[in-house]
């Protein structure tokens, strides 16, 4: 669904996982504890939905990052560097 909608494959979603640095953010939608995560793929910043069942990485979501959540993104790297990190 995601390649389709927003031209991410499931491989380049996976690449986030696997990147540094990337944030993540506990979130929830409806009963479900879902999780926010922002981070780099080979060729472009991603931001990932996805929660966990049974144990397994469930993606729900992947797309680029939209503005306001590359300048979020962006902010929280630059405080991390300066050693002032609120993640």
Known sequence: KSFTKHNVSI??????????PFIVLRTAYLNEERFQMFGESKHRLL???????????RIISARDMSKKERNFYEDKLNEEAKGDSGI
């Open 47 to 57: 931001t990932i939905i996805f929660t966990i069942r049974k144990n397994r990485i």
């Open 11 to 20: 491989k380049e979603a996976e690449e986030v996982f696997n990147s540094q």
